[in-house]
């Protein structure tokens, strides 16, 4: 069966599944009566690099993506012997991009990610499928970062750590986090004060749609610092891990602090030393104070 529509054509999506098969609500969309898989996209991480189009995989809001269902059709295209075609919104019918293939070096990625629709779920893993087109570029799909094949360390400004990513809404910062943007503030300004050379930097791994915000790096006293606007435990555990993750992409190995507003009670401040993390906060005069 040769398929029904030309790139660039719109159709209503009732029109296109009566054509071809597939199911009407889902954004990825097998056929069972003709061989093609069809791609909706408005995925939070959807877009086009200039050579690839990104394209979020489905799962259940607050579940780890699996290769199972529509994610699976979508993997399996080329084994199935389906051709995966792209639609993307187009006021109130779908657009035809054309046909798509997967990436047979790097097929898929798994990234950390907050669905925006549930702005109250946790980040989990999603698959990011990455694919090439076969009718030429798509149009009209946002901009996303292509993936970089060595590790880049970026200097950037201050806060980005505060923001949603590019193309999507902002979200308003949690008390927690408008507290660990203040300290920054504050203590960034206090190192500049004293000459320090004081910079941000992002990291983005190698192979990897990954980017790991540094939030302060004290190149005066090779310091890599991180904040948090909580002494809970949660806080206190999530900070150290990330510093953890940060150091490895530093050369020579830096110190490391954790910026708290508060002393940390004393099991946690105690686990801090074992792991060679200095804890530094305000004191009630307004200096700051490390442990």
């Known amino acids: 069966m040769t398929f029904p529509l030309t790139v660039g054509q719109t159709i209503a999506r009732s029109d296109l599944h009566r054509q071809v098969g597939g199911r009407l609500r889902s954004r990825i969309s097998p056929s069972a009566t003709t061989p093609n898989v069809m791609l909706f996209t408005g995925g939070t991480l959807d877009g086009f690099t200039g050579r690839h189009v990104h394209f979020t995989g489905e799962g259940a809001p607050g579940v780890d993506h699996r290769l199972i269902g529509g994610n699976a059709a979508l993997a399996?295209?080329?084994?199935?012997?389906?051709?995966?075609?792209?639609?993307?919104?187009?006021?109130?019918?779908?657009?035809?991009?054309?046909?798509?293939?997967?990436?047979?070096?790097?097929?898929?990625?798994?990234?950390?990610?907050?669905?925006h629709a549930h702005p109250h779920h946790p980040t989990v893993e999603t698959l990011v499928f990455r694919l090439l087109p076969v009718d030429g570029d798509p149009v009209g799909l946002l901009p996303a970062a292509p993936v970089p094949e060595q590790t880049q360390v970026e200097?950037?400004?201050?806060?980005?750590?505060?923001?949603?990513?590019?193309?999507?809404?902002?979200?308003?910062?949690?008390?927690?986090?408008?507290?660990?943007?203040?300290?920054?503030?504050?203590?960034?300004?206090?190192l500049r004060?004293?000459?320090?050379?004081?910079?941000?930097?992002?990291?983005?791994?190698?192979?990897?749609?990954?980017?790991?915000?540094?939030?302060?790096?004290d190149h005066t006293t090779n310091h890599l610092i991180t904040a948090t606007g909580s002494t809970a435990r949660?806080?206190?555990l999530g900070a150290r891990g990330s510093i953890f993750d940060q150091a490895r992409f530093f050369?020579?190995?830096?110190?490391?602090?954790?910026?708290?507003?508060?002393?940390?009670?004393?099991?946690?401040?105690?686990l801090c030393a074992r792991s060679g993390l200095h804890v530094i906060h305000p004191s009630a005069t307004g200096e700051w104070q490390q442990s």
């Open 155 to 190: 200097e950037t400004d201050l806060f980005d750590r505060f923001r949603p990513p590019p193309g999507h809404r902002r979200n308003d910062p949690i008390p927690i986090e408008a507290a660990a943007q203040h300290l920054l503030t504050e203590y960034r300004d206090h």
């Open 234 to 236: 949660t806080h206190i």
């Open 251 to 270: 050369t020579p190995t830096p110190h490391l602090a954790l910026l708290t507003p508060t002393p940390p009670r004393a099991d946690l401040a105690a």
């Open 193 to 217: 004060g004293l000459g320090h050379d004081v910079r941000r930097y992002r990291i983005r791994p190698a192979d990897t749609l990954d980017q790991i915000a540094v939030d302060l790096f």
């Open 76 to 115: 399996r295209h080329a084994v199935e012997g389906r051709t995966l075609r792209l639609f993307r919104p187009d006021q109130g019918l779908v657009r035809y991009l054309g046909a798509y293939t997967l990436d047979a070096a790097i097929p898929w990625l798994s990234v950390d990610a907050q669905d």
